[in-house]
Each structure stands twice: as C-alpha cells, then as structure tokens.
C-alpha cells in the first residue's frame, strides 16, 4: 500500500528524531555516571530525569494552551489536533514525573506518597489532564468537541501553573526547590552545586524538551492521518 | 558515629526501579503509538482496495499517500 511522500518537514522530524534519541542516551548516562554522587545516595540521581520530564511535560501542556487559543481564534482543526498531541505527550511526561518521584521518596521519605501540596496538586493537574482525553470523546459533533477541548485545554493550564509555583507559596510542603531557597519543611534537599550536576541538569532538561516535541510531531502527524482515513471511510461507505 | 552520618546509603535498587519505570512508561506509549499506526495503515489500505473495486470517485486520493 504505502506511497508515502519523503517532504522537507518528514527530513526535519527524522533529523529531529535522530537528535532526540541521541541526546536521551547522551543524558541518561550523564544522570547515571556523569553527574557525582549526593549524600542522598544514587537515588538522587532519578531527580535530573525527573525534572526533565516535568519541564518536557510543562512545555507539551503549553503547547497545548497555545494551540487551544489558536483554535478559538482561527477555528482551524489543525490546532485541535495539535493541542490533543500535546496533552497526551505531556501526560506520559508528566506520569513519569509523578512516578519517579515517588521511587525517590521512599528512600527518603520513607513513603511512597504523601497528601502534601505539591505532590497533590501534580496529581490534580494530571488527572484534570487525563479527564481531557475522556471528556472529549463525549461529543459526537466535531466542532463542539474541538471548542469543548479548547476551553478546558486553556483552563486545565492553570493547574501546571499551580503545580509549578505551589512550592514557592506555600511554607509547609516538604517537597525540597533546587533552584531557589526550598520550602521551610522541606524535607530530602540536596543542592545542585558542581558543575557536572549543573550541565547535567540541564542537559536532561533540554532533552526531555527536545523529545516532547519530537513526540508531539509524530503524534499530530497520526492524529491528521487517522482524521483522513476517518474522512475518506465516509466517502467511501456513502458510496 | 561520625561514619554513619557521612555514609552515603544504599538505594541503588530504586534508581533501578525508576531506569524500569522510565523504560516502561516511555515503552509503553511508543508501542502503543506503532500499534495505532500499523491498524490506521490498515485500515486506509482496505479503503484503498474498496475505492479502487469501486468506480473511480473525483477528488478522492489514496489515503496512506496523505501520511507526511
């Protein structure tokens, strides 16, 4: 079957691609062997992964935002396609995160998981996210659903935004701020103090952000397609 | 004393559990976008194989030829 178009943009994705998957192993060794050990012990080391995912997540879910905008402005499906790539890549991000800081904490906390704000409000947020994907498929109509997931994608936005500065505003979580001073009851801070924990840092940050929008390419590109198949199905059972 | 407050413990195993998770999450979702792929593929390839059983409609291209 397949005749499939070789364009510009599918070199720049599979350019992109490669760069990704590099960068990923480039980053992982660096968070496993690169980085110095912290008195925390190598569980520690989960933490430049776990950042990383949070900000390649944070950045999918603003890219699903601004998509959402885009599409209450310009009613064009593209960004709702856009916007619902977005947020799935942005909840695997996000799910890891929530994951790998609770196998940080056991260590260190000597829990799995706590109701601290934090932690509760990066649950809230992705669930609010989750609901999104469940939600939408609740309209038949194609414009109501795509102007239903605008709004809520614009919306559920501001739960990243809590998730983000919760630490900074409330004193009583015990989830530990790297940059910045942490909470008052912080609890498992370690400081990002050598160069080689910097470099590493924000080489996984890049590389999550690199691989979130490489994710999101491919998943905008499946999603399009699959509409045209859908569309095309139509035509040919109303033959 | 002063060796047991500097030791640095050890939670090798749940790095390890955290490396599974990464590789389990990350894994997961790329399987299941090559899944929905391969049954998209197949399905547009079957409407291939009807439109062209089927007489000729205008304006209507092969659906995997879309996919860039």
Do not use: C
Not at chain 1, 34 to 42: N, V
Not at chain 1, 145 to 168: D, E, K
């Amino acid at each position: 079957m397949a005749h499939r178009v070789s364009t510009p943009r599918s070199a720049i994705l599979t350019g992109l691609t490669v760069i990704a998957i590099l960068m990923f192993v480039v980053a992982t060794l660096m968070a496993l062997f690169y980085a110095p050990t912290d008195p925390q012990g190598m569980v520690q080391r989960i933490f430049y992964m776990h950042l990383g995912a949070f900000m390649g997540g944070s950045l999918a879910f603003l890219i699903a935002a601004i998509a959402s905008i885009l599409y209450l402005v310009k009613r064009n499906f593209k960004w709702d396609m856009m916007a619902l790539a977005a947020i799935e890549v942005g909840l695997v991000l996000t799910g890891f995160t929530i994951v790998s800081g609770a196998i940080w904490a056991r260590p260190i906390w000597n829990t799995w998981w706590t109701w601290d704000p934090r932690l509760t409000s990066a649950a809230v947020m992705w669930l609010a996210y989750a609901a999104y994907l469940m939600l939408r498929n609740g309209f038949e109509d194609p414009d109501r659903r795509a102007r239903f997931a605008a709004v809520y994608g614009i919306l559920a936005f501001s739960s990243v935004l809590f998730t983000t500065f919760i630490t900074r505003v409330r004193p009583d979580t015990i989830h530990p701020v790297v940059v910045g001073p942490s909470p008052q009851n912080a609890q498992g801070s370690f400081e990002v103090n050598s160069s080689a924990m910097r470099l590493t840092l924000i080489f996984n940050i890049l590389t999550y952000i690199v691989a979130a929008i490489t994710l999101i390419w491919y998943r905008y590109r499946l999603e399009r397609f699959t509409r045209q198949v859908q569309a095309l199905k139509m035509q040919v059972l109303s033959r | 004393m002063l060796l047991q407050q500097t030791a640095i413990p050890d939670n090798l195993s749940y790095l390890l559990l955290g490396l599974a998770m990464l590789a389990l999450i990350l894994g997961g979702y790329l399987v299941s976008y090559f899944v929905r792929l391969r049954n998209i593929r197949r399905e547009a390839a079957l409407l291939e194989q009807m439109q062209a059983e089927a007489p000729e409609a205008p304006g209507v291209s092969p659906a995997s030829a879309r996919l860039t």
